[in-house]
Nanobody, 124 residues
Framework: QVRLQESGGGLVQAGGSLRLSCAASGRSFSSYVMAWFRQAPGKEREFVGAHISNGGSPAYGDSVKGRFTVSRDNGKNTVYLQMNSLKPEDTAVYYC?????????????????WGQGTQVTVSS
């Protein structure tokens, strides 16, 4: 069983930055693909980015490429989402997700564990 807890959300002006953190409980954190998804009101859950520990490259959704960076610290059982050049359309609840896998996937249905989410609001 893995428990995930996000932190770091808040209100920021357009063009600003935020860093989200997701702390995971449980063992073998490095065996998990760690991902970030987001969901805005009235919209489907959207893949933001994911990181795998086997040396593979992180993956990003098209709408955040070049602005967001996913990283992880396996010693701290924590994954991060650095968000730069934020836009009002980035406003959403951001969720951390985990899947024990050697394959990085971008579809929410593959992920077994989810955090409760943290709100990010970008004002224009």
């Amino acid at each position: 069983q893995v428990r995930l807890q996000e932190s770091g959300g808040g209100l920021v002006q357009a063009g600003g930055s935020l860093r989200l953190s997701c702390a995971a409980s449980g063992r073998s954190f490095s065996s998990y693909v760690m991902a970030w998804f987001r969901q805005a009101p009235g919209k489907e859950r959207e893949f933001v980015g994911a990181h795998i520990s086997n040396g593979g490259s992180p993956a990003y959704g098209d709408s955040v490429k070049g602005r967001f960076t996913v990283s992880r610290d396996n010693g701290k059982n924590t994954v991060y989402l650095q968000m730069n050049s934020l836009k009002p359309e980035d406003t959403a609840v951001y969720y951390c997700a985990a899947e024990r896998s050697s394959i990085l996937r971008t579809t929410a249905g593959y992920y077994d564990y989810w955090g409760q989410g943290t709100q990010v609001t970008v004002s224009s």
